[in-house]
């Protein structure tokens, strides 16, 4: 079981603010980039260690993608270039093809993080039929390979997102080969009653948000020290047992509009980061400041390929 003497550890807040949530879903969504630019700060301004961010259009790639990355997120970084945070994947082939725009930003600002989804998984929404639909999550042994290359060649530490036990699994055999890059931090994944989309009750992935479901995650991470943070995917994470446990047990929290899901309300990613801000002072641990998280991840010095923050051309 993952030691709880952890819990004297600092908390690291991560608040993912959009991907793929609509106005239509939760009009506190920020699309824009100055919408995802203002949020992104009051987040931090409110406790958040980490911001995990979108643009408008998952399907850009490359320097299309990093132009929208820029025009959101240079301004911030010109005046906050310590902060933590991090764009997603692009929907491409390959995992240069889906990381290839986070090179491109990062030769303008500051970026220390980069997703990696070691494993597949199905995604889907309930049909007409209320029976499951939707496509196949994949992402390869060679694609994960490749990934993790990449964040060894530009210093991003991996924020490695855990759908189900098998990408764990992957997880693990980098970490006993000693081959999983500086940085790495565990992200697990829940999948709530809503499912991934949010777009109707009964159709999810991986393991319900329940405390025997954490706890045997933890058995899986027992001797390591990878720190690892919990999340509930089309749900409230603080409406079930995960969020506290997981305080409880040395774990940290993921929160943001890209995941919840409550059709009876529709609150902002401010809201949701004091949520959790509150949760961890009950539970009687001090939120992590930049200089601790580094320090707890054991992130990479800056590429020093990276450039001053400066506006998109």
Known sequence: ?????????????????????????????????????????????????????????????????AVRYLEAWAPLLAAHPDVLWYPTLCVAQGARAKL????????????????????????GTPGADGLP?????????????EAFAMCEEHGWGPQLAIYEPGFLQCVLTYHRAGRLPAGSMVKLY????????????????G????ANALLAYLDMLDGTDLPWSVSVWG????????????LERGGHLHVGLEEHYDPARSPTNVELVEQAVALAADVGRSL?????????????????TAGSPAAPH
């Open 100 to 123: 290839e725009h986070v090179r491109l930003v990062g030769e303008q600002v500051p970026v220390r993080m980069a997703a990696v989804d070691p494993g597949s998984t199905n995604l």
């Open 1 to 65: 079981m993952a030691d709880a003497s952890r819990s004297e550890v600092p908390v690291l807040i991560e608040a993912a603010i959009n991907g793929g949530t609509t106005k239509d879903r939760n009009p506190n969504v920020p699309v824009t980039p100055h919408e995802i630019r203002a949020d992104a700060k009051r987040c931090f301004d409110a406790g958040a260690t980490i911001v995990h961010a979108h643009n408008d259009d998952i399907r850009l790639t490359g320097m299309d993608a």
């Open 235 to 246: 749900g409230d994470l603080m409406a079930t047992p995960v969020a506290r446990l997981a």
């Open 190 to 205: 829940f999948g709530g009653e809503w499912g991934m989309w949010a777009r109707g009750r009964g159709v999810t992935f």
């Open 288 to 304: 992590a400041t930049t200089e601790q998280a580094v320090s707890e991840l054991g992130l990479p010095s800056p590429a020093a």
């Open 133 to 145: 639909e939707g496509n196949v999550y994949a992402n390869s042994y060679a694609d994960v390979r």
């Open 207 to 210: 393991l319900p948000p329940t």
